[in-house]
């Protein structure tokens, strides 16, 4: 039961609900055993003429009694094992979610969305089986069956009940087995579920690409193909269903087969009587149904010990970038940036994607850095924010290696610009201001206007408030890159890092935008990472990279005196420029 363990101080704290709400369930089965008895005395009573009207009423009322008893119990146990289990499944996803979050990005590729998103969901709902329906199933299980051979033996007949008992070893072993076998059929319908759902997605999110490369036809071939793998799975589950139930009913069956012969002639004999032959067929009834529970109850079980098992190894799995007790709070930092002898390369790469950086940005400057398209580029303002470890060399800020610095504290003064520019599916207003706790509509067009963005903003149908992403309008390139710069600088951040955030907007529109960034960065540090020069050009000091190392460094006029990469990619651009213009 080690896989319970994360869940223990859960089951301490809710010990009482669950123990009451057993309590309930034994008193439904309790009223549950009453039934067979009182028709054991009506049956007696009626064979031997004992009954008249009246007490016939006192009869019908025993069994009202018993079944407004049964609804009341059954409603508190319902309320209380089955609440206390999507209580667990909800404190149990807040932790995962949480703990995900807290995950470095290095975790992220390592494992596949889908997967993640199966444990969130799959597993949970594995383990609230287990910890709610499963542990009714399993009271039920043990105690009803027990008790109802015991009623069985002995207030009718022992022999009887032995030989009505002979085909249930039987029953509970093929109803074990067919439980494995429907477990994992319905996994495999569940896989093949999951493809068909993932093909009809990526055609829909993709639809443009499928229809501007014609290639409907292939597409619904390849769709066909996984909706027919999907058909036979169903088709091979409903076999075993097909199987699987008739068999149960052909060996509960037996026992009634047995119980007419035998108890039957019982009664010819005057051995037992009427009543007790029909309370006999009641509680064998009742057995039969709560005995094919069993296979049920082991399977579901089983299930959710795995569930919780695969769950445990994600909660136990540590951030590998995390403060320490040391790490430092930087309230007020200046924003002065040194790179000493940078080496980094990604887990499971061969290749260094940087190799001995050093660079020193001093407070209030810009740097400015070209190259070409893998390069390394996006890795240094990754490796200053700490979404990586650095492997040799060091990174500071304001003379603190940034291992020393709270992670918290690290991010929260440096506003990044991804190079992907990613928004969420919520309005502009709430984009922008995602970074900070509070914000005013003033502050929030004040940035706007300097990522030039605020005009588009109001030609919006509800300029502010428009949703964007899936449920809401979708932007171009160039508009969502803005909105993120907005979104950066009202952190009002002491290093500001735009990642290629420009490059989807025209020349004009990037003069504008970096002479509005330069004044509002007037004494802060700023980075700047692009593919065209003309990005750059004003930086205070430029780095060349290539292959990840630097191999030219200095003004916008050194370089080009410099003669080297820098001055041919720049030559180029001015020649395209010049075509195009
Ligand atoms: N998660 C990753 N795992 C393995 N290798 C990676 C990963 N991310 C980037 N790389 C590799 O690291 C190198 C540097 O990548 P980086 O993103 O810094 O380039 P870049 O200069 O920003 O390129 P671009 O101009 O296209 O944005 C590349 O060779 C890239 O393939
Ligand atoms: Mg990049």
Not at 175 to 190: D, N, S, Y
Not at 211 to 229: D, L, R, T, V
Not at 568 to 580: A, F, S, V, W
Request: charged letters at 20%; a negative charge; hydrophobic letters at 45%.
């Amino acid at each position: 039961m080690d896989s319970f363990k994360t869940l223990k101080p859960f089951f301490i704290e809710h010990k009482w609900t669950y123990v009451l709400g057993i309590l309930c369930l034994l008193v439904v089965d309790l009223l549950q055993l009453l039934i067979p008895e009182v028709l054991r005395s009506v049956t007696n009573n009626l064979e031997r003429n004992l009954l008249t009207f009246d007490g016939l009423l006192i009869y019908a009322f025993y069994i009202l009694l018993i079944g407004l008893g049964l609804a009341v119990f059954r409603f508190f146990w319902r309320i209380l094992i089955l609440g206390a289990s999507r209580k667990l499944e909800y404190h149990l996803r807040n932790k995962l979610f949480l703990h995900l979050l807290n995950m470095s990005t290095t975790y992220y590729n390592r494992h596949k969305t889908g997967d993640l998103m199966a444990h969130v969901t799959n597993d949970i709902h594995a383990v609230r089986m287990a910890c709610g329906p499963g542990i009714v199933a399993m009271t039920d299980a043990i105690f009803l069956n027990i008790a109802v051979i015991v009623m069985m033996s002995f207030t009718t007949d022992l022999r009887l009940t032995a030989l009505a008992l002979l085909p249930m070893p039987l029953l509970i072993f093929s109803m074990t087995k067919f439980g494995k076998l429907i477990h994992i059929g319905f996994k495999e319908v569940q896989e093949s579920f999951a493809d068909v759902t993932d093909k009809v997605q990526e055609n829909i999110s993709g639809i443009r690409v499928v229809k501007s490369f014609a290639q409907e036809e292939s597409e619904i071939k390849g769709f066909e193909e996984k909706n027919e793998m999907l058909f036979q799975k169903n088709m091979r589950l409903a076999k075993i269903f097909g199987t699987f139930h008739p068999l149960v009913q052909f060996l509960s069956a037996l026992s009634f087969v047995i119980t007419i012969g035998y108890g039957g002639t019982l009664v010819i004999y005057g051995t037992i009587s009427l009543g007790d032959f029909v309370a006999f067929t009641t509680y064998l009834a009742l057995l039969v149904s709560s005995i094919s529970v069993i296979g049920w109850v082991i399977n579901v079980m089983q299930r959710g010990m795995a569930s919780m098992d695969r769950i445990d190894i994600i909660l136990k799995e540590q951030p590998e970038i995390k403060d320490t007790p040391y790490s430092k709070n930087l309230i007020d930092i200046k924003g002065d940036i040194i790179f000493n002898g940078v080496s980094f390369k990604h887990p499971k790469s061969s290749e260094y994607a940087l190799k001995d950086i050093s660079f020193h940005l001093p407070s209030g400057q810009s740097l400015g850095i070209i190259g070409r398209t893998g390069s390394g580029k996006t890795t240094i303002p990754h490796l200053l924010l700490r979404i990586y470890n650095t492997i040799e060399g060091s990174i500071s800020i304001d003379d603190t290696s940034i291992e020393e610095i709270q992670l918290k504290s690290l991010r929260e003064n440096i506003g990044f610009v991804d190079q992907d520019s990613i928004l969420f599916s919520t309005t502009i207003k709430d984009n922008i201001g995602f970074g900070v706790d509070t914000y005013t509509m003033e502050e929030v067009e004040k940035f706007s206007r300097i990522a030039d963005i605020h005009e588009n903003i109001m030609d919006f149908p509800n300029k502010y408030e428009t949703t964007v992403g899936e449920r809401g309008i979708t932007l171009s390139g160039g508009q969502k890159q803005r909105i993120s710069i907005a979104r950066a600088l009202i952190k009002n951040p002491k290093i500001l890092i735009l990642d290629d955030c420009l490059s989807a907007v025209d020349t004009n529109t990037e003069e504008k935008i970096l002479y509005e960034l330069k004044k509002e960065m007037k004494h802060k540090t700023t980075i700047i990472v692009a593919h065209r020069v003309s990005t750059i050009k004003n930086c205070d000091k430029i780095i060349v990279l290539d292959h990840g190392t630097i191999i030219e460094e200095g003004t916008h006029q050194e370089l080009l005196d410099f003669n080297g990469l820098y001055a041919d990619i720049y030559e180029k651009q001015l020649l395209e420029e010049k075509i195009y213009n």
